[in-house]
């Protein structure tokens, strides 16, 4: 069995195989003369080469829209839901910026630069404002700490004097995840409709769950946490300030009472549908599958989404649970696709802004390597239906949402990144609301090349799996083929 390349100079070699491949891709499409920004769909269904169709109707079509530059490795991008229209990036070096009127403020909002380690897939990874921000100040911060690696939750206040600036001394401990690996550390923070605070946090590393996490709720790795920042049930615990919802699954039995969902290897990117509270997992795959998870807004926690018996819809390591997994016991996603050339899914959000009335209800999600990105829907018998909208040809870490609704995805490229909005070009559009960005600016400019996607040809991607909702059920789909153990890409998402 192969191992995972996990050493930075493996990583580094890799994401300059990955950057090349873009490049090249990208030249021979620019010859071609295709410097098209968006695909636009001929009414055409065909099989993927994962055999799962893929269907192509009239679909809508978009670009991206420079907004700003020069960024460091954004690994989040959200607002503060407090009406000031502002935009937060997360840099995984440790800063948040303040976007405001297209413009960055020259201080960052909070740099804890110092407190975050720098390794590949470590860093800041994730910011949520508490629901009630516009009162109490408060923000969430996801990293891995610059001494061990282990990932911490920690709250911060704005600063007393200025809105644009929080108070670096205001840190207070929500809670921390030892690592055992450096990679697979999730940090997605979210709240739900519910008030609760959801964190994600990966299996703990490596290659093939070797610390055996994905399934043992006994440990929070490999799992979706689901906390109550607003009480503390720890009053002798300063590592610990938070409360555990006495309606977890696992409260009052078996399994630690903070866990929400388990089954998952890396979940990275997170979203809850502003509109409707259904909660979108995207999953980074091992060898062969990306995929998307979906938990209803009804759901009362306790998701099984399968990993390390499964990988997307199939089995993995030919795991003699297979069988039942697929058949009932596990949660299968909703959205899947394959390796080669793409490698590791970067989820999105499910598009809720005004300015593009055909993009909503659209669920975004892209591939970090090919910068692929697909837009999802729920068609009437509930299965979810892919379509490619636009290859963006450079690596994409991360999608975010501005308070109005209105969707972002970024360029990972080191001290070069970009973020771009997403900008809908096909039918009415009435204008722009106040979005708060506004640079009406070319499509991605420099870098690996926007692209055209190739055309009409079975693309190598694929996706759209068959499965209604987040229920268990059982599938069709029989153990595939014997899983490659080769993996084209270790690393699943941003590094430096
Ligand atoms: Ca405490
Ligand atoms: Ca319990
Ligand atoms: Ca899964």
């Known amino acids: 069995m192969k191992k995972k390349v996990t050493s ?33 769909f001929s009414d055409l269904a065909f099989q993927g080469s994962n055999g799962l169709t893929q269907k192509r109707g009239s679909s809508p079509t978009i670009e991206l829209e420079q907004v ?3 960024l460091t490795q954004p690994t989040t991008v959200t607002n503060a839901g407090d009406g000031s229209g502002r935009i937060f990036i997360v840099q995984e070096t440790g800063e948040i910026l303040i976007l405001i009127n297209g413009s960055v403020l020259p201080t960052p909002f909070l740099d804890i630069s110092d407190l975050v380690s720098q390794d590949p897939e ?18 969430y911060v996801d990293y891995t ?5 282990k990932t911490v939750v920690a709250r911060y206040q704005v600063s007393a004097g200025d809105p644009n600036v929080a108070d670096p001394d205001s840190a207070q401990i929500v809670l921390t995840q030892d690592q055992p690996g450096g990679d697979h550390n999730g940090g997605q923070l979210a709240f739900g409709p519910d008030g609760n605070l959801y964190i994600s946090i990966g299996d703990g590393g490596c290659c093939g769950d070797p610390f055996q ?19 503390d049930d720890f009053p002798g615990d300063p590592n610990r300030n938070y409360a555990v919802p006495p309606d977890n699954p696992f409260v009052g039995g078996p399994g630690l009472d903070e866990i929400w969902a388990y089954g998952l290897r890396n979940p990275w990117r997170c979203s809850f549908d502003r509109t409707t509270g259904d909660f979108f997992i995207a999953d980074v ?5 990306e995929e998307v998870n979906f938990q209803p807004a009804s759901s009362t926690g306790g998701e099984n989404y399968g990993w390390s018996v499964l990988e997307g819809a199939h089995c993995y390591n030919n795991n003699p649970l297979c069988d039942d997994f697929l058949n009932g016991d596990s949660t299968l996603p909703i959205l899947e696709y394959q390796h080669f050339p793409e490698c590791s899914v970067t989820g999105g959000y499910r598009y809720r802004g005004q300015s593009y009335p055909d993009l909503v209800g659209i669920y975004f999600y892209a591939d970090f390597c090919t910068g692929r990105i697909w837009g999802a829907t729920q ?30 995805v970024v360029e990972y490229n080191d001290d070069q990144s970009v973020l771009y909005r997403i900008v809908g070009t ?31 040809t079975p693309s190598p991607t694929a996706t759209a799996t068959v499965t209604p909702t987040s229920t268990p059920r059982p599938t069709p789909t029989p153990r595939g083929a014997p899983i490659p153990r080769v993996r084209p890409t270790p690393h699943p998402r941003p590094s430096p």
């Open 8 to 40: 930075a100079s493996g990583f580094f070699r890799l994401r300059f195989l990955i950057v090349l491949f873009a490049s090249l891709t990208g030249l021979f499409l620019l010859a071609l003369g295709e410097l098209v920004t968006a695909n636009s």
């Open 68 to 70: 700003v530059s020069g």
């Open 122 to 139: 470590r860093g800041l990874l994730g910011l949520a404002f508490h629901p009630d921000y516009a009162e109490n100040g408060f923000f």
């Open 145 to 149: 700490d610059h001494v061990d690696g």
């Open 213 to 231: 996490t994905g399934q043992d709720l006994e440990t929070w790795l490999g799992k979706i946490l689901r906390v109550d920042i607003n009480s």
């Open 285 to 289: 795959g091992q060898d062969t599958w």
């Open 379 to 408: 068609q009437v018998n509930g299965a979810w239906e892919s379509q490619e909208l636009l290859v963006a040809g450079f690596l994409i870490s991360t999608f975010g949402e501005d308070e109005t609704g209105e969707l972002y």
């Open 426 to 456: 096909q039918g009415p559009t009435p204008t722009p609301t106040s979005s708060p960005t506004s640079t009406p600016s070319a499509i991605p400019t420099a870098t690996p090349t926007p692209s055209s996607t190739p055309t009409a």
